[in-house]
């Protein structure tokens, strides 16, 4: 079983940045590929960023190109979601999750991260 527990969401001004961590514990994380999902209010969850088992295969949502930056440290056991000139729309609940290497989906996801971006 994978626990996954996220940190680091908040407030913050349009036009500023906030790093995520998602902590993971109960396997070896190098055996999962990592993703971010958030969910705005009254919306269905979406699709922001994953990353591979070893960090050098990533994507991005169109919507976020450009602007935030996945990445994962396997010896610390964490991944990070690094979100630089964030808009008003990017005020969600963020997820991350795990998938295990081979599977098609994510299958373990963690409590989720309030960001709101507002001035």
């Known amino acids: 079983q994978v626990q996954l527990v996220e940190s680091g969401g908040g407030l913050v001004q349009p036009g500023g940045s906030r790093r995520l961590s998602c902590a993971v514990s109960?396997?070896?994380?190098?055996?999962?590929?990592m993703g971010w999902y958030r969910q705005a209010p009254g919306q269905e969850r979406e699709f922001v960023a994953a990353?591979?088992?070893?960090?050098?295969?990533?994507n991005y949502a169109d919507s976020v190109k450009g602007r935030f930056t996945i990445s994962r440290d396997n010896a610390k056991n964490t991944v990070y979601l690094q979100m630089n000139n964030l808009k008003p729309e990017d005020t969600a609940v963020y997820y991350c999750?795990?998938?295990?290497?081979?599977?098609?989906?994510?299958?373990?996801w963690g409590q989720g991260t309030q960001v709101t971006v507002s001035s």
């Open positions: 999750a795990a998938r295990r290497i081979g599977s098609a989906s994510y299958a373990y």
């Open positions: 990353v591979n088992w070893d960090g050098g295969i990533t």
């Open positions: 109960g396997r070896t994380m190098s055996n999962y590929g």
